[in-house]
């Protein structure tokens, strides 16, 4: 019995020591400034299930659901005020109050089967997600109806990464088993696809994930199996190659999310480093953070990534079934 209640005192101490430690990266030194914080997680570690109801933006009022329920979080994306992130492992959308700190599943008009990567249009008020599955890509309004939807029968062989342009209202599909990109206007008319199988600039080997700047429009597609990142800019010409194989600082074994801060720095998430690597906008290695682990700003096998207006990170902690969020410090 003793030997118990000293394993829960050390567990409580542990937890508070990791509450009440700001996690800075780089670490401060003398002469050396921090430039990312760690910020706290979705689900939060104290999170309680609660048995009320309430209305989101999306949907009509459900249920809400223990965190427990979570499986594989994969395509991640904010929007006024709420997180919202797929599950691959059950087909579904949730979202996470920041206000209310509720969980819940979005209540869809269409059954998703193997939904992937979100989007979100400010100037629509619209959410988008892929689906590898049902070979679609889907656009839902405030109120849950579908407004969009783009992916006749032979369009997509696999959709994954989705960004979208509000400036140039465009919606951009990473067809990862076609090796290309799709572009798209707001009603879902195609406007032009671009890139082949090929490892030269321009030329992908099973892309998936993609960004947008919201600057310069510039597109930023993780090149997976080529373990790169390729820039274009908005009139979809090859601009820089960021990366390349290998397993030290700047190099990717298994990349997938990605991201640009309004500094125009790169994140880019590596699911086999556990980590996600920052990168400034000609494409220089700054630093990382992350390793394999369960602590606060470690992961297992880290997904996807979305870097909000306000800089703030949005890391997919798969395995552990959790978002970790940081925030650029400018």
Not at 79 to 102: C, E, M, P, Q, W
Not at 111 to 134: E, G, I, Q
Not at 299 to 318: C, M, N, Q
């Amino acid at each position: 019995m003793r030997y118990k209640l000293i394993l829960f005192c050390l567990f409580i101490w542990m937890l508070a020591s990791v509450s009440g430690k700001e996690l800075l990266f780089p670490e401060p030194k003398p002469g050396i400034k921090p430039h990312i914080k760690y910020v706290g997680q979705v689900p939060p570690y104290n999170y309680e299930k609660k048995s009320s109801f309430f209305e989101i933006i999306f949907g009509e009022e459900s249920e809400l659901v223990d965190p427990d329920f979570i499986g594989k979080p994969y395509g991640v994306v904010y929007a006024r005020g709420f997180l919202f992130f797929t599950d691959t492992a059950h087909g579904v959308i949730f979202s996470y109050n920041f206000k209310t700190k509720n969980l819940k599943i979005l209540e869809l008009p269409i059954r998703l089967r193997l939904p992937m990567c979100l989007a979100y249009s400010k100037k629509l008020n619209v959410l988008f997600v892929s689906d590898a599955t049902l070979k679609k890509v889907f656009g839902f309004d405030s109120k849950g109806r579908l407004v969009f939807a783009v992916g006749k029968r032979g369009e997509f062989k696999k959709p994954v990464g989705i960004a979208v342009d509000d400036k140039l209202e465009r919606v951009y599909v990473v067809d990862t088993f076609d090796h290309r990109v799709k572009v798209y206007d707001f009603d879902g008319n195609f406007i032009r696809g671009f890139g082949h199988r090929g490892d030269k600039d321009g030329e992908f080997n099973y892309p998936t994930n993609i960004a947008v700047n919201r600057k310069n429009g510039n597109i930023y597609i993780t090149d997976t199996q080529l373990f790169r990142v390729q820039v274009f800019n908005k009139n979809f010409e090859h601009v820089l190659t960021i990366g390349g194989n290998g397993n030290i600082p700047g190099r990717f074994a298994r990349p997938k999310g990605i991201g640009v801060d309004s500094d125009g720095n790169v994140y880019v998430v590596d699911a086999a480093f556990n980590n996600f690597q920052i990168f400034s906008p000609e494409g220089e290695v700054l630093y990382y953070i992350g390793e394999a682990g369960t602590q606060p700003a470690k992961f297992l096998l880290p997904a996807g990534l979305y870097v909000d207006e306000k800089d703030r990170i949005y890391v997919v902690d798969s395995f552990n079934k959790r978002i970790q969020i940081f925030q650029y410090l400018k």
